[in-house]
């Protein structure tokens, strides 16, 4: 996508095509995953935190990684292998940034009934399930933090969990714009610009959210900043 946009060429072959968005949505899949076992972590952190060292060891943290990578390359090899099947005897301009799934099957000739219904079903189970897995989680970290009778302790408690619950409200506010909103012309556009959200911004946005929060981090920025007034300051 980066190098069509760069070169300007704007063609694709269909095994490209498919190629490509089976690795996004493997992304999209696994990135679900995480957040639901990231979320699930500061559940036992606020919430069973006497119990946390045995729950959430190294061990239990590598099988929620392998899981959740598993999970997401596993459910969309379904679905590119039922859009491999497809025939594709129409129009052949995606109306989208890349290959995603609703501008591919608006191409496709194919009687598309029994691939939304297998679709509808992948998407509760590797998609909605992990949804409200991490939504439990959180209405159970608000609810513990709510007993907090000191607000220093409140504060302590929600910054263990802030970051990742502003991942989570930017990632999934984005995803259900896009896919749950009607698909009219006046929202196509809009549902595209929506798009670039949980593609591009939200992992752009991880790595800041994340590391905002570590002393280390800012003590790094410090400095910098120091360097680059002392550097101007000399001129």
Known sequence: ???????????????????????????VGVET???AAMSYDRYLAIC???????????????QLIVVAWINGFMANSIIVFLIAH???????VID???????????LSCSDPSLFELIV????????????????SSYICII??????????????AFSTCSSHLMVVCLFYSTLIIVYILPDTPT??????????????????????IYTLRNKEVHQALRRTVDKLRTFFEGF
């Open 1 to 27: 996508m980066l190098s069509d946009l760069l070169g300007g060429d704007r063609t694709i072959t269909v095994r490209n095509c498919l190629f490509q968005y089976y690795l996004f949505g493997s992304c």
């Open 33 to 35: 995953f995480l957040l």
């Open 48 to 62: 069973r935190p006497l119990f946390y060292t045995s729950l959430m060891n190294k061990e239990v943290c590598f």
């Open 86 to 92: 497809f025939s594709f005897c129409g129009p052949n």
């Open 96 to 106: 989208h940034y890349f290959c995603d799934l609703n501008p591919l099957k608006k």
């Open 120 to 135: 509808l079903l992948l998407s509760f189970i590797f998609t909605i399930a992990p949804f409200f897995l991490t939504f």
């Open 143 to 156: 609810g513990s933090i709510l007993k907090i009778q000191s607000i220093i302790g409140r504060q302590k």
């Open 187 to 208: 929202l196509r556009h809009l549902n595209k610009i929506f798009s670039i959200f949980y593609t591009i911004l939200t992992p752009l946005a991880n790595p800041l």
